[in-house]
DNA sequence: GTAGACTTGTTACTAAAAGCACTAACAAAT
DNA sequence: ATTTGTTAGTGCTTTTAGTAACAAGTCTAC
């Protein structure tokens, strides 16, 4: 049904056109035009409307975009007209810092539980999960066909995890240990690794 | 000094060729290859070799690379030969993860201050800090002479934030706010926002 | 000492992405 | 009705990034 392939490049940065649409819409702007939206979000207005016009005519010439409009359409494309429910494998800080995220909301994004290992944090209350024994991890995401995971356990248990979450049919993987981790190719997989992005920096100090 | 331009893309592979190199050390491999790299890392072979001949040669024909000594090399290149003190600016639950996060160990990275606005949160414990006043933050910035700051706090402050930082003399910036935020071209920025990673992958499930 | 298997650094080639410029459409003001 | 300024969508050009192939150097086994 996808007729053209679109590159992944452009994937990525239709969320950050949604993102900087959903705060022009709460603060009440009806329009905008490429050029705002490049002045916003530090991208050439040529590039957005060349990336918007992968999917179609969305705009209208002299006038721009409705901001409404196209931020539905974004959802749409990127499969965000619905929530996605997710699990965070690991209630290390960082696990228990995504439990508690306030970002997912109004993105489509849910945490729905949480795994560790670790005896001493199983049954734990964590924000509003209960942490759950990663023993049962691929029953629980089964019973709930649930197709994304966040990994947030040290880097020695991160392929074994991984391994485990794509036989629990995970299909999209955000992984925060600091390691690289082997899927298939037909599975996602993003990683941020904060020390990564700041040593990318430290050479042009 | 630097004679040709190194385009960044290829800067942002050099943690990731450090990181692997660091864990093969610790694994007490000696020598490896551009190959083993890449089945390592996922990044073709031919690419990694191209992209340290942009810097010298650092290998044997026949033989590979000397994992300590291009561990070396990449450190000097990366300035990670020495450890950059780094300030949190938001102590809410992502600042406070990022100040007790132990990843910066070894990677030539120290969180050395945290700031909040909140009254409640100033003079604080947290890890092995004082939440400090957000209103001292130039001055303890500049006694310092620190050049990377994080940024945690929420969207709607992260722009003031921001100039501030910039204010105080930071050059290089790590922000977790979901927004763009703005800089000159001589500051560095790096994002790292996670829905924005989820929400990429989306559309292909 | 030599054959053969490896592996680097480099060059030539291919593919992808971004930038630019132009056309057509629309709105608002006169 | 006409003019002016604005803006989307698109084709073309330039730039950038990645791949593949190869010569030259190195090591090991015999």
Redesign the pocket.
């Known amino acids: 049904m996808q007729q053209k392939i679109i590159?992944?490049?452009?994937i990525g940065?239709l969320p950050l056109y949604y993102r900087a649409l959903q705060r022009m819409s709460s603060k009440g702007h009806t329009v905008?035009?490429?050029?705002?939206?490049a002045d916003t979000l530090g991208?050439?207005?040529?590039?957005?409307?060349?990336?918007?016009?992968?999917f179609?005519?969305?705009?209208?010439?002299?006038?721009?975009?409705n901001v409404e409009y196209l931020a539905d359409q974004l959802k749409k494309i990127l499969k965000i007209d619905h929530v996605w429910d997710m699990v965070i494998v690991g209630a290390g800080d960082v696990g228990s810092a995504l439990a508690r995220y306030q970002g997912f909301q109004d993105r489509s994004l849910r945490v729905k539980m949480i795994f560790d290992s670790d005896p001493l944090k199983i049954g734990k209350e964590l924000g509003n999960f209960i942490v759950k024994d990663i023993s049962t991890l691929i029953d629980e995401i089964k019973k709930e066909g649930i197709k994304i995971a966040i990994i947030a356990v040290p880097e020695n248990e991160a392929q074994e995890v991984t391994d485990t979450l794509i036989k629990a049919g995970i299909k999209a993987i955000l992984n925060y240990a600091p390691i690289h981790i082997a899927v298939p190719p037909e599975i996602r997989l993003q990683c941020i690794d904060p020390a990564l992005h700041l040593q990318r920096m430290t050479y042009y100090l």
Chains 1, 2 share one sequence.
Request: no cysteine.
């Open positions: 590159p992944d490049i452009v940065r905008t035009s490429s050029q705002e939206l991208i050439s207005a040529a590039q957005i409307r060349k990336d918007l016009s992968q179609g005519e969305f705009g209208k010439q002299g006038t721009g975009y």
